[in-house]
């Protein structure tokens, strides 16, 4: 092409892809300062959000209109206010599920560690997260908000009416199995955890009121065989931290003690062979190999897996925000 002659492609999308640090670190500043909770208190001109969160006024000028700009505002006559997602994840201690401890974990945890990632994919080997005690709690806490996200969205996409006995076989937390719980008053759940995870599960059990449906045990989860037979698994939030032949022995286990045309569900993030891969799930794959090395695996080789196990994949199911359920049915 001639040096004097207009491009014509549009490339919008490569600026926006490559820019997009900017967004999200506006997001975290805007979460860390309260902005979002200074405008559901009625703080909604950017001199009335310096005031509230104590930055100068050209500031929350510039995060309220980055904020809006992100439609996580609204901004009309000089006045800002909170969108349907910023007033149900955004606003503290008001919000149906306060994300900031997401936001913190992004903003202190991978997005440095993002910084990585070219020895990642020199080397094929995770970074250094350089954890303390206080970098873990802020892993933990993040992470198990996310989680929350995830269980809320699986229990509003996924119908468990009809099912008695669940195995909640190896996850991060118990919020799946409480969600189907709670909305399924006759199911009853075990839950087959890794051993230092048992006395969490048991607090958040009894929390939440399920405790007289529940039992825990300790088991490493590529051994675990409970005892029993359920119409209901979830193995969810776990084939990621497995190796290939790890995950065939928890399906097969999984398969042992379920009864035929019991329901299974494995939600993780997966990479799949459509026209368009969904972004979030290939995003997770560099994360996830960036900071620990564990795995995002292919949708059509745990299919492979299932079906080797006595499985049949029934249906992919998205979830806004949020990994993918594989459902499939004991055969």
């Known amino acids: 092409m001639s040096s004097n002659q207009p491009v014509q492609a549009d490339p919008s999308r490569i600026l926006e892809i490559a820019t997009g640090y900017m967004a999200s670190q506006q997001l975290f500043a805007a979460s860390r300062i309260g902005l979002f909770k200074a405008v559901a208190n009625g703080a909604n001109r950017p001199q009335d959000i310096a005031a509230e969160t104590g930055v100068s006024e050209r ?3 510039t995060l309220g209109d980055a904020m809006a700009s992100l439609d996580l505002l609204t901004r009309k006559d000089g006045k800002y206010g909170l969108t349907e997602a910023a007033a149900a994840f955004l606003v ?5 599920l306060d994300l ?5 974990f992004l903003r202190e945890i991978s997005y440095p560690h993002w910084l990585q990632f070219s020895k990642t994919v020199d080397t094929d080997e995770p970074g250094d997260l350089g954890m303390n005690d206080e970098r873990w709690g802020t892993f933990m806490a993040g992470v198990m908000t996310y989680n929350k996200l995830h269980a809320d969205m699986f229990s509003n996409a996924l119908d468990f009416a009809g099912h008695k006995n669940a195995l909640d076989l190896g996850g991060l937390a118990p919020n799946f199995a409480i969600r189907a719980m709670q909305a399924n008053k006759d199911l009853n759940t075990t839950f087959a955890y890794a051993p230092d995870f048992v006395e969490g599960i048991k607090t958040a059990i009894a929390d939440e009121g399920v405790a007289d449906r529940s039992t825990v045990i300790g088991v490493p989860t590529p051994e675990a065989k409970p005892e ?3 119409d209901l698994v979830f193995v969810n ?3 990621h931290r497995f190796s290939v032949d790890e995950n065939k022995q928890i399906f097969a286990n999984a398969r042992a003690v379920a009864s035929k045309g019991a329901k299974l569900t494995v939600l993780d993030f997966y990479l799949d062979d459509n026209e368009k ?6 995003q997770h794959a560099s994360e996830y190999h960036v900071i620990d090395g564990t795995v995002v695996f292919p949708e059509s080789e745990v299919c492979a ?4 196990t006595g499985w049949k994949p029934v249906e992919m199911v998205a979830l806004p925000g949020s990994p993918r359920v594989l ?5």
């Open 305 to 308: 897996w299932l079906n080797d």
């Open 237 to 239: 939030h776990v084939i």
């Open 228 to 230: 029993g037979e359920f």
């Open 59 to 61: 500031m929350a000028r």
């Open 277 to 282: 891969q969904r972004a979030i799930d290939a």
């Open 327 to 331: 459902v499939a049915e004991a055969v």
């Open 92 to 96: 503290g201690d008001e919000a149906d």
């Open 100 to 104: 900031a401890p997401f936001l913190t």
